[in-house]
């Protein structure tokens, strides 16, 4: 089955820091990829997603482009803000089934 | 309003008690899911139905069951609660002629089991 490596945190940045969460995947076939955010307290939404080789999904100044030949899929901001403080999961869609990395915790300082 | 609910959004209970977590969505779609979260875990799938007749296992089923009563309503039971199924649950939707497998989740319910 697809599995989804986030690498490990928590992190904890500045504001207007570059931020990057690195996320690789592995699957069978042409998945869809997502990333999910879960504010404190709420539940998951959508931040972006992508659906085909070389796609770059983007929101709220986030982007991620769906690398098929390394099979990755690393989630970048410019320069975040404090609202940016959340839960960040990579996600990997296929046969109507979503598979969820562990979730990395993004803390952004003042 | 929100197009996929959950109740209870919180819970405690007891050891050997069956409790019962409901989900509705007003999305109109055929599909529904079931998660639990724990710290460091990520999300795992415990059931899922693609329509009113159709149920099936995800990766952690096992101690759960599930009731699909109409397409806008999906409900997991706890049978005989065990404190590790202390988590928080996530019900989740997506439609049939979605291709990419966006699925659209509830806020959530907080359970601890004591």
């Known amino acids: 089955g697809n599995s989804v490596t986030q690498m490990e945190g928590p992190v904890t940045l500045s504001e207007e820091a570059f931020l990057t969460i690195n996320c690789t995947y592995t699957?069978?076939?042409?998945?869809?990829l997502f990333w999910y955010v879960q504010y404190p307290g709420e539940g998951l939404q959508l931040l972006l997603k992508?659906?085909?080789?070389?796609d770059k999904g983007s929101n709220k100044g986030f982007e991620a482009t769906y690398r098929k030949e390394t099979t990755s899929f690393h989630l970048e901001k410019g320069s975040v803000q404090v609202s940016d403080s959340a839960v960040y999961f990579c996600v990997t869609g296929a046969n109507s089934k979503l598979t969820f990395g562990k979730g990395i915790t993004l803390s952004v300082r003042p | 309003d929100a197009d996929v609910t959950q109740t209870p959004r919180n819970r405690i209970t007891k050891t050997g008690k069956r409790i019962m977590l409901e989900c509705s969505q007003t999305k109109g779609h055929d599909r529904m899911y079931w998660y639990r979260q724990d710290p460091g875990l990520g999300l795992r799938l415990i059931y899922y139905s693609f329509d009113v007749k159709d149920i099936n296992k995800g990766e952690i089923s096992d101690g759960y069951s599930v009731s699909r009563q109409a397409q806008a309503k999906f409900s997991l039971s706890l049978e005989s609660a065990i404190p590790n199924q202390t988590a928080l649950y996530f019900c989740?939707?997506?439609?049939?002629?979605?291709?990419?497998?966006?699925?659209?989740f509830g806020p959530g319910t907080r359970l601890t089991v004591l």
């Open positions: 992508a659906t085909k080789a070389d």
């Open positions: 989740a939707t997506s439609d049939r002629y979605d291709p990419y497998n966006e699925q659209f």
């Open positions: 699957a069978t076939g042409y998945p869809s």
